[in-house]
């Protein structure tokens, strides 16, 4: 059962992934990037991490996915085509995708079952967040006004 | 089948390279910042598996890193997006090979 | 007794469910998940139809006329006409169009307001799926559904249908974040997501008259106000319903769709609705909990439908009461009025709580809130006089 619906997601997910980092019409890459990102969310379900998945869902797909689409219609002269593709790139990413591979495989101490945890629960991460974390909470803060007045001012045309 | 932490991590490997095979071939300036956009997942799926499998999962480290990481990547992602309408009033085009001269 | 008839539903599962014992433990989850599915869907199918039929009757009461009476009793047999006009209709795609995009708007945004359904605690033990992070789940979910809105903007190769799309994401994307933040505080006062912990918080009654809802907190009336506004946006109804023009830009991203399609969209739209209503109830109006003590013999679930019902209810009436808004002044209005608002209501939570959740409490909330309001209220005037009406003939 657990495998079963792990390695459909796995599957989805990595599918997705490839589509949005190869297909030439743009506005398909894009919606596959946020179906990718559905499948990452279902793996943080399955890892037992729900509040991180849920969060990716609201950010990702709520958020950057509109703003990757809104981007690509207000910067295309024609009907979305990308141009190119460097093949050497491909070579690249598969030459890591081995090596990261083969170190996994190799390492003896990785091949190890899912320990029995209690639940994780939204109150404990709150209280973590409230109590041990809470300067990065801040930083965060202030990060996250600094990217949104930073952005308006990038984008805003200038009144002449 | 079980999934142990290797499969886990072969999964987060595999997503790291589509993201570094985004960026590295494709010539559109959104879809190499989609490429570092999962890339970021990625890292994000690393800790969670290793928090998840690790010998004392009580503290939600892992979980706290993977939030604020969630957290960066979207204001990353924003300013990128403004960044490239920026430069695409200027250029008028999106392909990355064609933002060659520095002079604005 | 009376918990039996409470419990029936959950009775009858279980015995649906003994039928099953031999198999293995997945095989039982899963069809214990199917039966709720079902249910779920079958009820909520129902009250859709219900709601369309019941909707064009009360909108032309108001309107000082009858509505659909032909079909059936009262025209209560409308919506099976609806469907099979809808379901006979011939699918038109246009040429140009991009036909993956096109054909799975209408599913991802029927298949969204769906989801959204399942969080929701119907009656004592009656959520479908219980999830600790329910209210976010709730959340990131709905917010699915302007994606979904632009790809069937997008997926029309229509300009019309991009700009009412651009119009409809714009717009819930502006009144998502006092949706949220007016959810905030009750979050804050129960400390916790889950839907079902938030309705066991709401389960007291004041001397055993005034049920301790939220919404009878100066912090909760102002917030559940909130809610339901931003509500009414989310689910593009009027007076907040541009994107469906219908006078304007035909039907906005909803254009090039016909038949069943259109149905889908009509559908997700409804269930929508049904869902940031359910929610609502949920969060201020005391999920299933019976107004008076005295009255807890009624089962859970019908005191839930009640309540869903008066919102359903005061949502026709804002329809057929208030003319469509401008967008920008759609968009003033949430940024510049209910943002700030919203945020006040967590301050004037977190003081009633210190205060001491009593009389005391109850008046500085209040106070604090009445304070922003105030200055709001002069900061956003618009000096706007009122003349006398000038009557011009055609000379």
Same mark, same amino acid.
């Given at each position: ?17 490839l ?21 990452i ?18 950010? $990702? ?20 085509k ?11 990413? #598969? ?9 996994? =495989?190799?390492?003896q ?21 409230m109590?041990? $974390?809470?300067?990065? =909470? ?13 952005? =308006?001012? =990038? #984008? ?5 | ?14 997503l ?40 004392h ?5 892992g ?42 | ?10 009775n ?18 899963v069809?214990?998940?199917l ?80 989801l959204t ?21 709730f959340?990131?979910?709905g ?19 991009m ?13 998502e ?45 102002a ?17 907040f ?6 006078s ?37 109006l ?33 329809r ?22 919203a945020?006040?209501?967590?301050i004037?939570?977190?003081?009633w ?16 809130i009445?304070i ?14 009122f ?9």
């Amino acid at each position: 059962m657990n495998s079963a619906a792990f390695i459909v997601t796995a599957i989805i997910t990595v599918a997705a992934a490839l589509a949005a980092a190869t297909l030439r019409n743009l506005m398909h890459a894009a919606l596959s990037f946020a179906a990718a990102f559905v499948g990452i969310a279902a793996l943080f379900f399955l890892l037992g991490a729900e509040f991180v998945g849920l969060a990716l869902v609201f950010i $990702y797909v709520g958020a950057v996915a509109v703003l990757v689409v809104f981007t690509i219609l207000l910067t295309r002269r024609d009907v979305g085509k990308d141009r190119g593709f460097n093949w050497g790139g491909a070579i690249v990413a #598969v030459a890591v995708f081995g090596s990261l591979t083969w170190s996994i =495989l190799k390492t003896q101490s990785l091949a190890i079952g899912a320990p029995h945890i209690a639940m994780l629960t939204v109150k404990r991460i709150g209280a973590a967040l409230m109590t041990a $974390y809470v300067w990065p =909470l801040q930083c965060v803060g202030i990060l996250l006004t600094a990217a949104l007045i930073g952005a =308006l001012i =990038l #984008v805003m045309e200038e009144r002449r | 089948m079980t999934p142990t932490l290797q499969v886990f991590l072969i999964i987060s490997a595999a997503l790291f390279s589509i993201g570094l095979l985004a960026v590295l071939s494709r010539r559109h300036a959104i879809f190499i910042l989609i490429g570092i956009e999962i890339m970021l997942a990625a890292a994000n799926l690393n800790f969670i598996a290793f928090w998840r499998f690790g010998p004392h999962p009580q503290p939600p480290t892992g979980i706290m890193i993977a939030l604020f990481s969630i957290a960066i990547a979207a204001a990353e992602a924003a300013v990128g997006l403004a960044m490239v309408i920026a430069v695409y009033r200027h250029y008028r085009t999106t392909n990355v090979d064609q933002y060659d001269q520095l002079k604005g | 007794m009376s918990k039996s008839i409470d419990q029936v539903f959950l009775n009858a599962k279980q015995w649906l469910l003994s039928w099953l014992t031999g198999l293995p433990t997945w095989m039982v989850q899963v069809a214990s998940s199917l039966i709720n599915i079902f249910a779920l869907l079958a009820v909520f199918l129902t009250l859709f139809a219900l709601i369309s039929v019941l909707e064009r009757k009360i909108l032309a009461r108001m309107q000082n006329r009858y509505g659909p009476n032909r079909v059936g009793p009262f025209g209560l047999f409308q919506p099976i006409a609806d469907g099979i006009k809808m379901l006979i209709k011939e699918d038109i795609v246009p040429m140009r169009a991009d036909k993956v995009v096109h054909f799975l708007a209408p599913i991802l945004i029927a298949a969204v307001a769906i989801l959204t359904l399942g969080v929701i605690p119907y009656g004592r033990n009656m959520t479908p799926f219980t999830i600790d992070g329910g209210i976010l789940f709730f959340f990131a979910v709905g917010s699915t559904t302007e994606l979904a809105v632009f790809m069937a903007g997008w997926g029309s190769n229509n300009k019309y249908s991009m700009l009412g799309a651009m119009r409809a994401i714009a717009q819930m994307i502006s009144y998502e974040l006092p949706l949220i933040i007016s959810v905030l505080p009750v979050v804050m006062v129960v400390g916790s997501l889950a839907p079902d912990r938030i309705v066991a918080a709401q389960a007291e009654y004041t001397f055993g008259l005034v049920p301790r809802w939220f919404v009878f907190t100066p912090w909760g009336a102002a917030a559940f106000i909130l809610f339901f506004v931003s509500g009414l946006v989310e689910s593009n109804r009027t007076p907040f319903d541009v994107p469906e023009g219908e006078s304007e830009i035909v039907a906005g991203h909803m254009t090039e769709y016909s038949g069943f399609k259109y149905a889908t969209f009509f559908m997700a739209e409804y269930l929508g609705m049904f869902a940031i209503s359910g929610l609502g109830i949920t969060l201020f109006l005391g999920g299933w909990h019976a107004p008076l003590r005295a009255l807890g013999f009624v089962p859970s679930y019908v005191w839930f439908f009640a309540k869903l019902s008066v919102l359903l209810f005061v949502y026709i009436w804002i329809r057929g009461t208030l003319p469509r808004m401008r967008i920008d002044q759609i968009m003033n209005f949430a940024w510049k009025f209910m943002l700030p608002m919203a945020f006040t209501c967590i301050i004037a939570a977190a003081v009633w709580h210190y205060a001491g959740r009593g009389l005391r409490g109850w008046l500085w909330s209040l106070f604090v809130i009445a304070i922003v309001y105030t200055v709001l209220s002069m900061l956003l005037d618009t000096k706007r006089k009122f003349a006398p009406r000038v009557y011009r003939f055609a000379e």
